[in-house]
């Protein structure tokens, strides 16, 4: 990322606008695609399902196409739309901004926010790069100071079952922990998929890896508590070397390429399709971790299991209102996995705000869940569930750094050799 200056600055200081808690939250988006959609849905509705101490006001929505921002913006409740992102991260008028653009964006756009005070919530993974991310890291301890906060969208920690999952381990329910087993898996990245921005590195920066393997790194760290400390072996596979160019970005994660009309041109992917990698953990566990974008039949199968000396649960995306659980404490004829459905107010997290028992959630609740708890924070309050930062997320980084070496260099790497 070239570190640049933004020219407009905030005309009161951070810390006197940051210490009003009760006032509107004033919002910018930046980038108005799958995520522009997941999060202006979060933002529009969050102040309906939870009782949010500062009023949230969408600001404003920023897209690279003037026109059709603005018929966005009008689709999802934004005031305005704009299509210049350096002005609207340093406007007295935002509070926040809120990054889901393409990830070599992350860090420029971050910085120069909290530069300028303005508080960021940024999408994973947090930046392309191990570099940018520092740089992230570093501006928000630095903003921190002056009481300006930085959150990151890894929006599983906020389902409930991976949020109640999250509490069972905290209260000692699994003993000590032996495994931890993740595999994020889709299967959109088949050869006849154009060349979007996702199979370029210079925007990417890795493929499935800092995609889905970012999202299980982050789920593994917050539900054990633990930290990475040796990334032991890793594998990466480009299989599909050459793609059709886009000639339509559109909505879909996909695009659209010239679906055969005249000769096809293509380009290199420059990413991974897919990478595995074993990880032994601080404090004794083990670890298997897998993201594939070619899995053949899985859609979207982010699934993780936790093997404990007392107990065991499993989660499964596809199936995101349920935990497994087995009770190892129990005497062994009663033993075997339990199905938990985790719409329980008042037991699993976040469901008090939404509907009765088993009236299932969906995709879109976790990013609603995560706007109550940013705007809870901006108000001097605590998340229901722990939110992480950029310093937070920089861990998660580091371990998708020592991945990526240690497939490059087929070797073990310890986690104090990745600064
Ligand atoms: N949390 C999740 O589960 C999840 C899921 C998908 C994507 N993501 C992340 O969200 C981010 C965005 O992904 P997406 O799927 O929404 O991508 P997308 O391609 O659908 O949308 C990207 C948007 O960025 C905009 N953009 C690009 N350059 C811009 C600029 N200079 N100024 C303003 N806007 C600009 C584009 O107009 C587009 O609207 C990525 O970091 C991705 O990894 C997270």
Known sequence: MAKKKTTRRRSTSATARSSKKTSELRVAMLGTGFMGRAHSNAWRSAGTFF???????????????????????????WASGSDDWKSLVCDPEVDLV???????????????????????????????TLDDARLMRDAAKKAARKGVQSFVWFNYRRVPAIAYAHQLVKSGRLGRIFHVRASYLQDWGHPDTPLVWRFQSKKAGSGAHGDLNAHIIDMARFLTGDEVSE?????????????ELVEQAGSAIKGTGSGGRGRKRTGKSTVDDALLFLARFKGGAIGSFEATRVATGNLNRNTIEINGELGSFKFDFERMNELQWWDHTLEPGLRGWSRIMCTEAGEHPYVHAYWPAAHGLGYEHAFVSQVADIDRMLAGGKPEVPMPDFVDAFETQRVLEAAVISARDRTPVPMSQVK
């Open 51 to 77: 009782n949010l101490p500062r009023p949230l006001m969408m600001h404003s929505a920023c897209g690279s196409n003037l026109a059709e921002t603005e018929k966005f913006a009008r689709q999802w409740g």
């Open 98 to 128: 809120d990054v889901c653009t393409p990830n070599h964006l992350h860090a420029e756009m971050s910085v120069a926010a909290l530069e300028a005070g303005t508080h960021v919530a940024c999408e994973k993974p947090m930046a392309g």
């Open 231 to 243: 990334v032991v072996g890793s594998v990466q596979e480009t299989f599909v070397k050459q793609r």
